[in-house]
């Protein structure tokens, strides 16, 4: 009876056959909206530090070097890919990344550093960055100087852009009468 | 640097690795990564490494979790209860660096505040594919894949960085002046 019972479990075994994955030795896809390793794209980030404010572990340091140069650190290693940084970034330019194998002997190695140019701003003198076409740019705002390295006293020129009919009609807009009033 | 780590570690163990799985005040995630990769699907008993339940026994100690404060002097205890050669594996980011509680009061700041962390797996729980990963470097199977990145926007004409180390170092000297 129990030779019976050992035969049985040998088929048990047999029929889902192997099921072990060889991992490291073949590449393994992640799932679809896997949320990896977050990474910048230097090209679009405007320095808002949007990120920085936000992520949870404060993984994303910023630093001020001088008036025209913003550095961006983010440490992986306390990072815990929650993808806040990449949902509120304004200019898309943090993507996460299907990449977990981020295994390192040095927390060095999981690091990311951007060096972001910034300009000064009139009024508070704190930068900012108008180099990139970005919704700041589009507003065309009176006040700021828009100082180039090589050029640094071109003073930007301001449009004035609202519309007189719409600004006609916020003026003799009036709210709706209360009922029975 | 990596690769004399692999060179050491396969010198150093030669055979089977033993693993002492160290909760020091995980959720639980990581432990169940942990777990996980011993299962039939991930199985690391290929590579002949096995969970033991005595640090004495082990070879190598997974340790999970940011330390808190009550579980400091037992990690510490737990590393020195192993027999010398020694590996540390910080699984999740809470091991490797502290994770959101890195600053907290009651928490000391990640695995490397008790214990020296030799390996550092992040993710908030790593995918068990990551732990694989992260001990077959360990045993020199695989290439490490990570490496610091550094982007620049402009590369400046002028020598900003010059003038910013000067800045600082004007700095110093004001903070030498107040003390």
Known sequence: ?181 | MPGFLAKASAKAFPKSLWLYHCNSGACNGCDIEILNVLTPYYDVERFGLKLVGSPRHADVMLLSGAVTRPTLPLVKRAYEAMPSPKLVFGIGSCAAGGGCWFDTYNVSGGGAAAVPVDYLIPGCPPRPEAIIYGVALALGLVPQKSAPVELKQVEFPIDAYLRNKAWEERNVIYRLIKD
């Open chain 1, 1 to 181: 009876m129990w030779l019976t019972s050992k035969f049985r479990q040998i088929v048990l075994a047999l029929k889902p056959g192997t099921v072990t994955l060889k991992y490291p030795f073949e590449a393994r896809p992640v799932p679809k909206d896997f949320r990896g390793q977050p990474v910048w794209d230097h090209t679009k980030c405007i320095g808002c530090a949007g990120c920085a404010n936000h992520c949870p572990a404060r993984t994303i340091l910023l630093r001020d070097l001088c008036q025209e140069i913003r550095v961006l650190v983010y440490d992986g290693s306390r990072c815990t890919y929650c993808g806040r940084c990449a949902d509120l970034c304004p200019e898309k330019a943090i993507a996460m990344s299907p990449e977990f194998e981020l295994a390192a002997p040095r927390r060095e190695d999981v690091t990311q550093t951007l060096e972001l140019f910034m300009l000064t701003c009139n009024r508070c003198g704190r930068c900012f960055d108008m180099e990139i076409p970005n919704v700041l740019d589009k507003l065309d705002l009176r006040g700021y100087r828009y100082d180039n390295i090589e050029t640094r006293t071109v003073l930007r020129r301001t449009t004035d852009r609202m519309d007189p009919a719409a600004l006609d009609e916020t003026e003799a807009a009036r709210r709706p009468e209360r009922i029975g009033g």
